[in-house]
């Protein structure tokens, strides 16, 4: 079982500024198989990446992903206003498994 | 437009049973695979159950194997969970995710429904 931690489990950051969320497997994540989710308060998750690096449809340029083998990373360039959420990390091999999650907050 | 709406959840005893249904229109359902996610309230992301698009393959997270069965109908659109033996940590709210493939593995969750909530207490 593929075990995720995300890091920080909060980032206070103004609009503007630039955002940079990690995530870290217990084991090798296989073909990228790896995922970045939204979710905001009273909302459903929103697809953001999906194989380590591809955006979703319909999802703003300033997001972007990287990494492989066991670490990964979110970056959101400059954040809007709306940017301001829960953020999940997720590998989608033979048992799917979501990190804990990263708040990133108005500061 | 692709929907998905759960319904089913309530409040219910430990040890009793829910069975939850999610409706899915607006794709061809029978193409992908679709999963239950939980969330605890205040709590982050569980995957409790996937199924590919024509059953054949079934995953449960250990949590809930040998207690959740998931089930789909293709003809009516819909995915099930019938869970059993419910236990207060079953507490959460449930979503119904539509898989980017067919297969219950390796494609991320791309739609998902607003969720219905399940509260086992006494």
């Known amino acids: 079982e593929i075990v995720l931690t995300q890091s920080p489990g909060t980032l206070s950051l103004s609009p503007g500024e630039r955002a940079t969320l990690s995530c870290r497997a217990s084991?090798?994540?296989?073909?990228?198989?790896l995922a970045w989710y939204q979710q905001k308060p009273g909302q459903a998750p929103r697809l953001l990446i999906y194989?380590?690096?591809s955006r979703a449809t319909g999802i703003p340029d300033r997001f972007s992903g990287s990494g492989s083998g066991t670490d990964f990373t979110l970056t959101i360039s400059r954040l809007e206003p709306e940017d301001f959420a829960v953020y999940y990390c997720?590998?989608?091999?033979?048992?799917?498994?979501f990190g804990q999650g990263t708040k990133v907050e108005i500061k | 437009e692709v929907q998905l709406v759960e319904s089913g959840g309530g409040l219910v005893q430990p040890g009793r049973s829910l069975r939850l249904s999610c409706a899915a229109s607006?794709?061809?359902?029978?193409?992908?695979?679709m999963h239950w996610v939980r969330q605890a309230p205040g709590k982050g992301l569980e995957w409790v159950s996937g199924?590919?698009?024509?059953?054949?393959?079934?995953g449960y997270a250990d949590s809930v194997k040998g207690r959740f069965t998931i089930s789909r109908d293709n003809a009516k659109n819909s995915l099930y969970l019938q869970m059993n033996s419910l236990r207060a940590e079953d507490t959460a709210l449930y979503y119904c995710?539509?898989?980017?493939?067919?297969?219950?593995?390796?494609?991320?969750?791309?739609?998902w429904g607003q969720g219905t909530l399940v509260t086992v207490s006494s």
């Open positions: 194989g380590a690096s």
């Open positions: 607006g794709f061809t359902f029978d193409d992908y695979a």
């Open positions: 084991q090798s994540v296989s073909s990228s198989y």
């Open positions: 997720q590998q989608y091999g033979s048992s799917p498994a």
């Open positions: 995710a539509k898989d980017m493939g067919a297969l219950r593995a390796l494609s991320p969750f791309d739609y």
């Open positions: 199924i590919s698009w024509n059953s054949g393959s079934i």
